[in-house]
């Protein structure tokens, strides 16, 4: 092969020749900023291979047959004014004898892809000699991020490395990987990927498990807390840099400053001067979306106001002295501007906190109570609207619009997925005019913090694809599943939900059971029978009378040590799909419908109009 050097404004890319030599057709331009920053560091590292011909017009150029995402970056380079337009560019040119096209076709076909285990280890050796995150993430065009990602894999155990080295590459074995950057030392990741190779349980979530990571009720006291008042305790938590399952070292001092951090709320909104303040956890369900509110004023937090408050509150949460005074006086101030002494004196505040922890403060709450006593305190009469026509013909039209609407809906298969869609998303609120309802009776069933009305939700979802909107319908399934049983005639897998269970990828549901099966409260609570049943299924009739003789605590510690890792899941969990150690049981005959004793229903109301109006 011949080499030269051409002006970079001479280059012009394969795909432009007649006929293309270029053989990449799909990732032309994918990373090309990071290969700029790389080039613009490193220089260019690899000549391109060119050929000289013409274009559709037939307009005579040298074209780049291999390295068009490299003139890419050169070009790039231009536009960013570190190169020059006509810079000089190292240029291979493809042998006469040989078709420029076949020969770019054959270089990116045995091409051999670099290892990551290799890469992020050669950029750990660059951050051993002293180039720091930040120098690397330039040089490089990385983000900032992703090198704190490639570089505490970079430094993992030469073990798992190896071991990575000899797996097949998939999603589960990196993911494997990506957990034991949780474990906080190399000993540690050696001592639990021996234990675990030797259970043959080199999964993702058993490494995160061993390791005590996604603690959510740590987590979300974290949350409510924040996370530097919970470091300011005391408390030590390892970031887990490829999701959230973070290894939260010390949950007790999680609690503590979660509960110092509700409390200094609450003792800042009483400073206000509500007549009342509550969590919102503590009162009627009904009080966030039937109970009145008052409407604040125009008083609000200036700018700096904002950053005070910000600094008080970090402040206060490390203890630092006369902070909190200051922060609870500050509020008052601004709390004064916003609400008149006779809304303080009717009204109160409520503190909610979310599934995650998220902190919120509603203020200006009227409870029902007090509302009818400004009422009767009044005296004044109520005074007479138009004439109206009687409630039983409304309902006799409303009835009729109602079949109408339904008639109409059935030949607009795409109008009636939304609306389906856009029901069940109004509907968790009882108080809601929703034409369409679809209720929430779900395990767990929780009801979002803000209200959206119809007519937004439609509109929304009236802008989604198909695929968009039957991805939606799969969520709204899903958080209308309810399989809790209150007594064991009535196993989770009936006849009903087989099916449905069936339909799953087995492998989605398997995982899913695995990781939700909350193995300390089953062996621990079961009697021994059970945990010894387990042990000989997952195990073998040696080891399960080896532990007949155990004591209830050391057989249940024994059988958490041994049991969970062979996939074994008790008979209640074994969906049709499961494969792990043990017989599916079969499904008895369907029993004749009964009211189901784990729904709560209020006897006596025919709809949720007549529950409201009671």
Not at 253 to 260: R, S
Request: aromatic share 6%; glycine share 8%; net charge negative.
């Amino acid at each position: 092969m011949t080499s030269r050097v051409i002006p970079l404004d001479q280059l012009r890319f394969g795909h432009e020749a007649e006929p293309p030599i270029n053989a990449r057709r799909v990732g032309r331009d994918d990373s090309i900023a990071e290969l700029a920053a790389s080039i613009a560091a490193h220089g260019l590292q690899t000549p391109l291979k060119v050929k000289e011909g013409h274009d559709s017009d037939g307009v005579v150029g040298v074209f780049v047959g291999t390295g068009n995402r490299r003139l890419a970056a050169l070009r790039l380079l231009v536009e960013q004014g570190q190169t020059a337009p006509d810079a000089p560019i190292e240029c291979g040119e493809f042998d006469i004898s040989v078709d420029a096209r076949e020969a770019a076709l054959a270089e990116q076909i045995h091409r051999v892809e670099f290892h990551p285990a290799d890469e992020y280890i050669e950029f750990r050796e660059l951050a051993d000699h002293g180039l720091d995150e930040t120098a690397i993430a330039t040089r490089f065009g990385i983000d900032p991020k992703r090198v704190k990602r490639i570089l505490a894999l970079g430094r993992l155990s030469p073990v798992i490395i190896e071991w990575w080295r000899g797996e097949a590459q998939s999603n589960e074995v990196f993911a494997t990987v990506c957990a034991f950057t949780l474990a906080p030392s190399i000993e540690d990741q050696e001592k639990l990927f021996k234990k675990l190779e030797k259970q043959r349980d080199l999964r993702a979530w058993a490494v995160k498990d061993a390791l005590g990571a996604g603690n959510q009720k740590a987590a979300r006291h974290i949350k409510i807390a924040g996370l530097e008042a919970y470091k300011a305790a005391g408390g030590h938590m390892t970031t887990d840099l490829f999701g959230d399952n973070h290894v939260i070292a010390d949950p007790d001092i999680a609690e503590k400053v979660a509960e110092e951090k509700i409390a200094a709320v609450i003792t800042g909104l009483k400073a206000e001067g509500w007549s009342w303040v509550s969590m919102g956890a503590d009162l009627d369900y009904y009080w966030e979306h039937g109970w009145k509110r008052e409407k604040a004023g125009d008083g609000k937090a200036t700018a700096d106001e904002k950053k005070l408050i910000k600094k008080l509150e970090k402040a206060a949460a490390k203890n630092t002295a006369g902070a909190a005074a200051e922060l609870a006086s500050l509020q008052k101030s601004i709390a004064d501007r916003q609400w008149t002494p006779d809304q303080l004196g009717k009204s109160g505040a409520v503190v909610k906190i979310g599934h995650h922890g998220d902190v919120d403060i509603v203020r200006g709450v009227v409870k029902p109570q007090a509302e009818k006593k400004a009422a009767s305190a009044s005296g004044a009469p109520k005074e007479k609207g138009p004439p109206t026509i009687s409630n039983a013909l409304h309902q006799r039209l409303s009835a009729q619009a109602t079949l109408a609407v339904r008639q109409a809906l059935k030949q607009e298969p795409h109008v009636g997925l939304v609306a389906l869609l856009a029901g069940f998303f109004v509907h968790r609120h009882l108080h809601t005019d929703s034409p369409v309802r679809v209720y929430h009776d779900g395990f767990g069933k929780t009801h979002s913090q803000e209200k959206e009305s119809f007519a937004s939700v439609f509109a929304r979802l009236m802008d989604m694809t198909d695929e968009e909107l039957f991805q939606v319908a799969a969520d709204c399934a899903a958080e209308a599943v309810h399989m809790e049983r209150g007594h064991i005639g009535r196993p989770p897998f009936d006849a009903d939900a087989a099916p449905l269970a069936a339909a799953i990828d087995a492998d989605h549901l398997t995982l899913a059971l695995a990781e939700n099966f909350d193995t300390a409260d089953y062996f621990g609570g079961a009697s021994k029978p059970f945990v010894i049943a387990a042990i000989r299924e997952a195990l073998n009739d040696d080891e399960a009378r080896k532990a007949e003789k155990l004591k209830k605590a050391e057989l249940t510690a024994f059988a958490l040590a041994n049991v969970p890792q062979t996939g074994w899941l008790p008979p209640e969990l074994r969906a049709p799909t499961y494969s792990g150690p043990g017989a599916i049981p079969a499904l008895a005959e369907a029993p004749p419908t009964e009211p189901d004793p784990d729904f709560d229903e209020i006897e006596g109301f025919e709809d949720e109009d007549e529950m409201e109006d009671a």
